[in-house]
């Protein structure tokens, strides 16, 4: 009997502490997952991504009503990087806590050398933190949620490296590269004209799915259909080069001059595309390029483009001679 009254009384001691405990420190644990917070479960609601770094330097990522994402209100941003920044910010990870001293000397270090990235769902701004650099394993990087007082490490679980190139802050970095690419069946016209050749340019145009040439009734089907699908593949930049203000005068230098080649793309439901070509002296691999209506300096990959540039009587025999 003694036993059991001694086992009740233990039981009840036992279970008073632990609910002291839990209260006591309820706030704390509370407080530890507000600091841990890096992780967002839902990406589909994130409507749009900020991301700031030293210099003034941004990049801010909107999705679009159709699914698109636009970079700093202005360009398309590439949808692979966007989404492999959604995945990282959906698998993000605390690995650890750090020490007092290190602590001290990461606060200090994140005030300095910092990734500000802000999270906005369903409109409504839903998680800040700061991304600071890679460890010394390279494997993660510290990170502090805004407000907390204890910075964490932070990694991809399965991933091998830092974080800190998904979370870019160039422009340049984050546009989409696709030039153009047209299905078939979408495509409406291509105007190729060589400004210092005027009789080999040309325009195709595609009605009631029938490929022509202007002027040329004598066109071969099989070459211009070949010719069409290099448009379905799609052209794309190599560089956008014009928030590089050392080559501005560069660019200004271009537009005083006459293109090699004007490449012209319109299709259903889009805006014409217009790319104007510039040879590089000794340079085999790429060319120089304007592009749009603003005139933007670009670099493309010849191999991309060197298919797209034929002249007028490539059409004449057929592609069996």
């Known amino acids: 009997m003694k036993k059991t009254i001694f086992l009740i009384f233990l039981l009840a001691g036992l279970a008073a502490g632990a609910w002291w405990a839990l209260r006591k420190h309820g706030g704390r644990t509370t407080l ?5 917070a890096f992780q967002v479960e839902d990406t ?3 409507d749009r991504l900020f991301v700031a770094g030293k210099d003034n330097q941004t990049a801010l990522l909107e999705r679009q009503p159709d699914g698109r994402w ?3 209100q202005q360009y398309a941003a590439a949808p692979a990087k966007v989404e492999l920044l ?3 910010l959906r698998d993000l990870t605390v690995k650890r806590p750090l020490g007092q001293a290190e602590r001290e000397n990461m606060i200090r270090e994140l005030a300095v050398e910092h990734r500000k990235v802000e999270v906005y769902q369903h409109g409504q701004l839903t998680k800040v933190f700061f991304l600071g650099n890679e460890t010394n394993d390279e494997r993660g990087n510290y990170a502090l949620m805004k407000g907390a007082e ?4 932070v990694y991809l679980p399965g991933f091998n490296g830092y974080l800190t190139p998904r979370f870019m802050i ?3 970095e984050w546009r989409d590269k696709e030039v153009f690419r047209v299905p078939l069946a979408s495509l409406r016209q291509i105007a190729v004209q060589y400004p210092k050749n005027p009789a080999a340019g040309f325009t195709l145009r595609q009605e009631g ?3 022509a040439l202007d002027d040329l009734p004598q066109a071969d089907p099989q070459r211009l259909e070949a010719y069409a699908e290099l448009f379905e593949k799609g052209l794309y930049v190599e560089n956008y080069l014009s928030e590089q203000a050392t080559l501005a005068p560069y660019r200004d230098s271009l537009r005083a001059e006459v293109p090699d080649v004007v490449l012209q793309l319109a299709a259903t439901r889009n805006e014409p595309v217009q790319v104007q070509v510039y040879y590089l002296p ?3 691999d790429r060319v120089a390029g304007l592009l749009g209506e603003q005139q933007e300096l670009v670099t493309i990959q010849w191999q991309l483009l060197e298919k797209m540039v034929q002249p007028r009587s490539f059409f004449n025999t057929s592609l069996s001679d």
């Open 282 to 284: 000794g340079n085999q």
């Open 32 to 36: 530890q997952q507000e600091e841990t």
């Open 86 to 88: 959604l995945r990282t």
């Open 170 to 172: 160039a422009g340049a």
């Open 150 to 153: 204890q910075p964490y490490v």
């Open 209 to 211: 799915g029938r490929l």
């Open 70 to 72: 636009l970079l700093n």
């Open 44 to 46: 589909a609601a994130v």
